[in-house]
């Protein structure tokens, strides 16, 4: 399962280390894709089986439904994780969520997100000053 929040560097070949325990279980290759909120998700292979498995169920005849296959497929890269731990991330992936240097690394159970180390520092601000409003849709979803 990968949780917790890891702060690392991009180096000048846009390479970043990866958090031991997000590699046992993303594994030595995964898959990288544009994220939502301006970050990048990260998969291992199986994940990535079954989240491809659930986009392929979408109707090709809906404009929404093919656009989001484009966004995510587009996007992908399977990346190999170097022997120091680090990955490569792709120029157009790091571009997309404006990776520059600072990223922080954040599990979230069944997929890793990479971000921009400002992006996520205000989106945190943000969400949570609005907690009061996510438990409430939360609730509505039974959670």
């Known amino acids: 399962m990968l949780v917790g929040e890891y702060r690392h560097n ?4 846009g390479r970043v280390s990866v ?12 898959v990288i894709t544009k994220g939502l909120d301006s970050c990048l998700f990260a998969y291992s292979k199986q994940e990535w089986k079954n989240f491809e498995d659930k986009l392929n169920t979408l109707p090709i005849t809906n404009h929404e439904a093919r656009a ?12 190999e994780v170097d022997k120091q731990g680090r990955v490569n991330i792709p120029q157009q992936l790091r571009d997309y969520a404006g990776i520059q240097k ?6 979230l159970s069944n997929r890793a997100e990479i971000w921009n ?4 520092d205000k989106y945190n601000g943000e969400s949570s000053a609005d907690i009061s409003s996510l438990e409430s849709q939360m609730s509505k979803l039974g959670i």
């Open 10 to 13: 991009v180096d000048t070949k």
């Open 19 to 30: 958090p031991s325990k997000f590699r046992e279980d993303l594994g030595q290759a995964f």
């Open 68 to 79: 989001f296959k484009r966004f995510f497929f587009s996007g992908a890269a399977e990346c």
């Open 102 to 107: 600072d990223v922080v690394i954040v599990g």
């Open 117 to 120: 180390n400002e992006n996520w």
